[in-house]
């Protein structure tokens, strides 16, 4: 009988899924425990309504966008390489839940369903890119990987998608948030 991958390596992905998930039950909780003025900000109608009708400077959206996603990477990168790379990791997936979860809470409090709608436009198309590109560093770690010079390879590999990811989160991803609050306002 042959061994299959899963079978083969000892830690499973519902593990992290598991922290992912507890992280966005940790967000929603806090939004939950908030004031009600604690949740205005940007799924305000005057924000959304003055979003819609902007014209983007491109440039300044993707020396922001470029520097925070390649930070979030790198750090990304530097905990695979260490070895606590699963704690680390599980403890960013953490995070990233809590700040999804608190996102969408503020948006479906504020807007209902065009908020759920306005968080799922505001990961779209760029999360296609990031998903190979921090997914790969993530499983690399959690399934335990050994070689620094795949562990290289693969980190490049995922650059570049995390450049593709950053473009279409420049160029693309404010092209159809607009249209998509023009269309719901």
């Known amino acids: 009988m042959s061994e299959t991958f899963w079978n083969k390596y000892p830690v499973r992905p519902a593990k ?19 004031e009600d003025a604690a949740v205005t900000g940007i799924f305000g109608e005057y924000f ?3 979003y819609a009708n902007l014209r983007i400077n491109t440039g300044k959206l993707l020396n922001y966008v470029g520097r925070y996603r390649c ?3 790198f750090l990304a990168v530097c905990c695979g390489a260490l070895p ?21 809470s503020i ?19 760029q999360f296609f890119f990031y998903l190979p590109a921090f997914g790969w560093i993530w499983m690399w770690a959690a399934y335990g990987g ?7 390879i693969l980190a ?14 420049t160029w693309i991803n404010p092209l159809i948030l607009q249209q998509i609050l023009r269309k719901i306002s």
């Open 16 to 34: 992290y899924l598991a922290f992912f998930f507890s992280g966005v039950l940790a967000g929603i909780l806090a939004v939950q425990m908030q």
């Open 48 to 50: 959304l309504n003055q």
């Open 71 to 73: 930070g979030q990477y």
């Open 84 to 104: 606590a790379a699963q704690v680390l990791l599980g403890f960013l997936l953490f995070f990233l839940g809590m700040a999804w979860g608190t996102s969408l």
């Open 107 to 125: 948006s479906t409090i504020r807007l209902g369903l065009k908020g759920i709608l306005i968080c799922t436009a505001g990961i779209f198309p």
């Open 146 to 152: 050994r070689s620094r010079k795949r562990y290289l």
């Open 156 to 169: 490049v590999a995922g650059f570049v998608f995390l450049m593709f990811g950053i473009g279409t989160e």
